[in-house]
């Protein structure tokens, strides 16, 4: 089982829809939470980060965080063609160094 | 506030060279981390650095890879006696403290 899973996708939405992204984790250690996003060819582009359960709202994106079901989601609302990316989760055990263990990413594809 | 910097940008080289790439974090950045990223999968850690200690390396880190940050400014990568399996996007991230990390834009290896 990889530490931190995520669909490969692609995930295809209409533009204007709402995107959901989904990331499970393994290590009940896990303090801390990140969603990158990655455009093809480029570096990981931070856009959230969530630490405790609930929801975090950053403008058309909203991080969801349910520590006991290990399970992290991002929403991205109405949905542009320049959200197309690779979304990557990404999860940090903050009493065990500093090293981010990533998922294989979500490839998300918004079409007009 | 310039962003984390790489160079190169791009290396080809033939098997058996050896190759050291450098980073250049965010300005007050004491933590400065590698990765590496193969197609269709998610960075790897491979060390980092707080100031000019090297405090954690990963399993993937074999003896042909060294890493220094002698000032506790920029970093350098090297790799010895070069393998196709080196081939990858190697990425530099820094972060204040235990905050979140910032990417910078990747060097693409490519081993002949």
């Known amino acids: 089982q990889k530490e931190v899973e995520q669909n490969s996708g692609p995930l295809s939405v209409p533009e204007g829809a709402i995107a959901s992204l989904n990331c499970t984790y393994s290590d009940r250690g896990s303090q801390s939470f990140f969603w990158y996003r990655q455009y093809s060819g480029k570096s990981p582009e931070l856009i959230m980060s969530?630490?405790?359960?609930g929801d975090k709202e950053d403008g058309r994106f909203t991080a969801q965080l349910n520590k006991a079901s290990q399970y992290v989601s991002l929403l991205i609302r109405d949905s542009q063609p320049s959200d197309s990316a690779t979304y990557l989760c990404?999860?940090?055990?903050?009493?065990?160094?500093?090293?981010?263990?990533f998922g294989g990413g979500t490839r998300l594809m918004v079409k007009p | 506030d310039t962003g984390v910097s790489q160079n190169p940008r791009h290396k080809i080289t033939k098997r058996g060279q050896n190759v050291t790439f450098r980073c250049d974090p965010i300005s007050e950045h004491n933590r400065l981390y590698w990765y590496r990223q193969t197609l269709g999968q998610g960075p790897e850690f491979l060390t980092y650095?707080?100031?000019?200690?090297?405090?954690?390396k990963s399993r993937l880190l074999s003896d042909r890879f060294s890493a220094e940050r002698p000032k506790g400014s920029f970093s350098t990568l090297e790799i010895q006696r070069t393998e196709q399996g080196d081939s990858a996007m190697y990425l530099c991230?820094?972060?204040?403290?235990?905050?979140?990390?910032?990417f910078g834009p990747g060097t693409r290896l490519t081993v002949t």
């Open positions: 969530i630490y405790s359960n």
């Open positions: 990404a999860v940090k055990r903050d009493n065990a160094g500093n090293m981010l263990t």
């Open positions: 991230a820094s972060s204040l403290g235990a905050l979140e990390q910032y």
């Open positions: 650095f707080q100031n000019e200690a090297q405090l954690e």
